[in-house]
């Protein structure tokens, strides 16, 4: 896991994305890039915001530190403590749960042995509940880090911890094979393509 630090900067590469972040908002609104601006000190500092990244966003938007430290406190997807780098989410709101994230929160605390807010013992790994992550016909789902991993179940959902710990990056989306949000059962509307829809439609006024 990534040491605390007494001073933090921007690397050159992520000097540049900084600039790029910040000239989407005019100069009297550049607070509005703060999100990804953690984001990003986040992702560079190794899966946590050590004080010092706080205190580095703060004074190139020239606001009071106590405003990013109340932002990254407050949004569940910082971390103000070392955690692992690799960000592991179950999903446990309704929807997740009636289609089974107990069994996907209890592979991976076997998978990674941890527990929720813990990370792995080899500290590559941090696991955490996560409140809905908009996939929920797709249901349950795993978020690490950038990738969602859909209609998992116990034995998927370990699997695709496995590959991750293998240093594998397993194919996200559905682990059924279906696509996009289609039934689970496979289509029940729109059997035509648009072309065959429009021939038939031709057909029919002729």
């Known amino acids: 896991m990534a040491p605390d630090v007494e001073t933090f900067a921007f690397s050159p590469e992520n000097q540049e994305r900084v600039a790029q972040i910040r000239a989407r908002y005019p100069a009297e609104r550049q607070q509005s890039a703060m999100l990804p601006l953690l984001q990003l000190a986040q992702d ?36 103000t403590r070392p955690v692992g780098p690799i960000q592991v989410r179950v999903c446990t ?7 089974g994230s107990d069994d996907i929160v209890r592979a991976a605390k076997d998978e990674l042995e941890c527990d929720i807010g813990e990370s792995s013992p080899d500290g590559r790994f941090f696991l955490r509940e996560f409140e809905c992550l908009g996939a929920c016909a797709n249901a349950p789902v795993l978020w690490v880090d950038q990738d969602f ?6 034995e998927k959902a370990r699997a695709v911890l496995a590959a991750l710990k293998r240093g594998e990056t397993p194919k996200p989306g559905s682990q059924t094979g279906r696509q996009g949000s289609m ?16 021939s038939a439609n031709d057909e029919a006024g002729a």
């Open 44 to 79: 560079q500092h190794g899966g946590w915001l050590p004080k010092a990244a706080m205190d580095h966003v703060a004074e190139l938007l020239n606001v009071a530190k106590i405003r990013v430290y109340e932002v990254a406190t407050f949004y569940d997807m910082y971390n």
């Open 93 to 99: 709101t309704t929807p997740c749960w009636l289609c």
């Open 149 to 154: 991993y859909e209609d998992l179940d116990y």
């Open 183 to 198: 039934p689970a059962g496979g289509k029940t509307t729109l059997f035509e393509t648009a072309a065959e829809s429009r």
